[in-house]
């Protein structure tokens, strides 16, 4: 077999290495001794007056002057390279913009093997803060650039502690609930507190929309994302476009989305159009819109993991450069190795052991036009909190969901975020009410769970509950472990806990039963329009209902996408 270094340069290295001495001759031509091969014929051209006769050849030099230049070229490359990869990784640590939590979402808790699951708020702003946001959402004729915002779009993204499953719920942006004290860090406006829709809760900055949340589902909060039009027309653009199927005509004359039965691949503004569409899709009222961004972040999902998105350069570059310039974070994300960290941890979750749904709503009986917390939606609160998985390793229903949704016979009439507990601490040890109150908090009870020390110590612990209360009570002490000879009643109103000397450590009474039971999956998905992310062929459903109007005429969707035939499709 040949050596591959072969060639004059090789030859003269082995040469010295064998370290043969030749003659020494005089720089005479006639001295010179012809050697054999290519040697020999430039040899043969110098007598016949070729070349420069007098001098002789020195391919050694010759050699360690290329080998010289190409390790000079190769450094220069290497820093270069070096460069340039330092460089792209400040540009987009520089284009990143975070901010802090503050605490307000609560903590997660790691599972028996150490493993902690994620939680992520994000959020889909309508705030018109820049002149793109004004031209692509509108509205901006008469205030000019807005400084508020709202929180249009909220999904509360779970990803399981062994990242084996996940769980995306939204929550529609019409929801009824009580919005708690808040300050913005930037802008520093601040409220005390106010019932309201949810969504407004981002006029006081992201992390008010977190603790609103969190306060709302008990679910522990660790990150936000939010992502303004911009972002949505940036992201979709740099994974080169969506793939989204409508089953019907479709014009939302308020979104300006346009589009034909079938298949299509959207970008840019038309995907922002999609998203936005409340009066195209469903009954036209933002549940429909739930259900068709889930349509499209699933594809979005699909496209991601697809062979070649992260596999070219240039896309994940447009991707990475895209991304971190459309998004606001938390602290906790703030850096290309935490979001690559994030990105790694979504992408090792099977798209079909993706659920996407829906929080169960009711109509708001003080307003036909908001709707508030429905039934079914503590539960599927708590499978979030509980970390409990909504499919199985094969992607279909889990056998709880399957089962008949006994929990939601038996349900205390009260649930969990409505019962709020004082726990004194009866014992010398300090922190022992916080650390249980905490407890009761993660698992979903109200954040007025308050804290406080016992009147005198205690030997044993004790849970009073009040007239009425019994069923609240026995709530309580299934979350805790508590047995029903740690129940008693009292005179007074509400439930006070507390914690004896047979109690010292711990959120779990010492050999008490299951801190709480799993929630019945099949109750936390019903009504909750759950569907997994492996789901390529569903189409989005266009509403049947008059929701959208053409020149003053109320018609559907697909009577408005006959009546605009002049208009081109948004994928045109």
Not at 226 to 244: E, I, N, Q, R, T
Not at 504 to 530: C, E, L, R, Y
Request: with cysteine; hydrophobic share 35%.
């Amino acid at each position: 077999m040949s050596d591959p270094w072969d060639g004059s340069g090789g030859q003269a290295a082995r040469s010295r290495t064998a370290q043969v001495p030749g003659p020494r001759m005089s720089h005479k031509s006639g001295d010179v001794p012809l050697p054999g091969g290519r040697a020999a014929s430039r040899a043969g051209s110098r007598s016949r007056g070729g070349g420069r006769s007098g001098h002789r050849s020195r391919p050694v030099r010759r050699g360690r002057r290329v080998l010289k230049i190409m390790a000079i070229c190769l450094s220069v490359l290497v820093l270069v390279t070096a460069g340039a990869g330092w460089w792209f990784y400040e540009h987009l640590n520089g284009n990143i913009h975070s901010l802090s939590l503050d605490g307000k979402g609560g903590t997660e808790k790691a599972d028996a093997f150490g493993r902690t699951p994620i939680n992520i708020l994000v959020m889909g702003s309508d705030g018109r803060t820049s002149k793109a946001d004004c031209k692509l959402g509108g509205g901006c004729s008469k205030t000019g650039v807005q400084t508020g915002s709202n929180a249009d779009v909220q999904m509360v993204v779970h990803i399981s502690a062994d990242r084996s499953n996940a769980t995306v719920m939204s929550i529609p942006r019409d929801t009824m609930t009580k919005v708690p004290a808040c300050k913005d860090s930037e802008s520093g406006q601040s409220t005390t507190g106010y019932y309201g829709q949810i969504n407004s809760a981002l006029q006081y900055g992201p992390a008010c929309q977190v603790a609103t949340v969190h306060q709302l589902t008990g679910i522990p909060i660790d990150h936000f994302v939010k992502l303004d039009f911009s972002g949505v027309v940036k992201m979709s653009d740099a994974v080169g476009g969506v793939s989204v199927c409508v089953n019907a005509d479709v014009y939302d004359t308020y979104s300006h989305l346009k589009l034909s039965r079938g298949t299509h691949t959207l970008k840019g503004v038309a995907a922002l159009e999609f998203v936005r569409s409340r009066h195209g899709f469903g009954d036209g009222s933002d549940l429909g819109r739930t259900i068709s961004q889930h349509i499209f972040l699933s594809a979005m999902i699909r496209k991601f993991k697809s062979a070649g998105t992260l596999t070219d350069p240039t896309a994940v570059y447009d991707l990475a450069n895209a991304a971190t310039k459309a998004l606001t974070v938390d602290d906790g994300l703030g850096s290309v190795k935490k979001l690559i960290s994030l990105a790694d941890d979504v992408n090792k979750v099977p798209s079909k052991r993706m659920t996407f749904t829906t929080m169960q709503t009711a109509p708001d009986p003080a307003n036909d036009d908001r709707v508030v917390v429905g039934s079914g939606a503590k539960t599927l609160f708590a499978t979030i909190a509980d970390d409990q998985s909504l499919t199985t390793g094969s992607g279909k229903k889990s056998a709880a969901a399957s089962a008949t949704a006994k929990a939601t016979a038996t349900a205390p009439a009260v649930p969990a975020s409505q019962i709020a507990v004082t726990v004194e601490n009866g014992t010398p040890i300090t922190g022992r009410a916080s650390a249980v109150a905490d407890a009761l908090t993660s698992k979903g009870f109200s954040t007025g769970t308050s804290t406080a020390n016992a009147p005198s110590p205690s030997a044993t612990t004790t849970l009073t509950y009040g007239s009425g209360q019994e069923a609240e009570g026995k709530t309580v002490a299934k979350a805790l472990g508590l047995s029903g000879s740690h129940l008693k009643q009292g005179s007074g109103t509400g439930l006070t806990l507390v914690i004896g000397s047979d109690w010292p450590s711990g959120s779990s009474f010492p050999g008490g039963a299951s801190t709480s039971a799993p929630a019945d999956a099949k109750a936390a998905v019903s009504n909750a329009h759950a569907q997994t992310a492996d789901q390529a062929k569903t189409c989005a459903k266009v509403s049947p209902y008059k929701t959208v109007a053409l020149n003053g005429v109320p018609m559907t969707p697909s009577q408005a996408y006959a009546a605009a035939k002049g208009k081109p499709d948004s994928d045109e």
